[in-house]
């Protein structure tokens, strides 16, 4: 088996996640003790979050948080595509080389996600790695706002039973 391949493609406007594996026909053997590679492609919604650092989130102090993830669900992780370097210039210089091993920077910007175990573990791995990987894509913003939503929503509740309770 090849592996699996989430992707994102636009479907009337909205991003949607899809599920691929290199042939829909193909069986899986969970009983075999031979190591399968999976492999799956997470989008990072930059287009919708333009000014949040996924990057520096998903790396962390000196890489920290992204190596912890590795180790943690022993997977490999890497960060592809367009902007994925800090150097711009030479990121044009070997985009425009068009060398196979740097064809992922005419990608959008993803994380790729590798597990290479036996069946059953490579896909606990895989997801756990996305798990792992979901809640680095979340801008911090936007959980701030969240979390005040649901204080607002507690203290109102809290509010209503005590006027309930001295009526």
Do not use: C, W
């Not at 948080?65 to 992780?77: A, D, N, V």
């Not at 030479?90 to 080389?97: C, I, M, S």
């Amino acid at each position: 088996m090849d592996g699996l391949k989430v992707e994102s493609v636009d479907g009337d406007g909205e991003q949607q996640s899809i599920i691929r594996t290199s042939s829909s026909t193909e069986l899986i053997e969970v009983n075999s003790t031979k190591p399968v590679r999976l492999e799956a492609k997470v989008r990072i919604p930059v287009k919708e979050h333009p000014k949040f650092n996924f990057i520096g989130k998903l790396l962390g102090p000196r890489g920290n948080s992204l190596k912890r993830m590795q180790e943690e669900t022993k997977t490999r992780i890497s960060i592809l595509g367009k902007g994925s370097m800090r150097d711009k210039q030479k990121e044009e210089a070997l985009r425009n080389e068009g060398n196979p091993k740097f064809s992922h920077l005419n990608d959008e910007l993803h994380i790729h996600i590798e597990a290479y175990a036996q069946v059953v573990e490579a896909y606990q791995r895989l997801a756990t790695a996305l798990a792992e990987v979901q809640y680095h894509l979340v801008p911090v913003s936007f959980i701030i706002f969240i979390t005040i939503i649901l204080n607002i929503i507690e203290r109102s509740l809290l509010e209503s039973d005590s006027e309930i309770q001295k009526e």
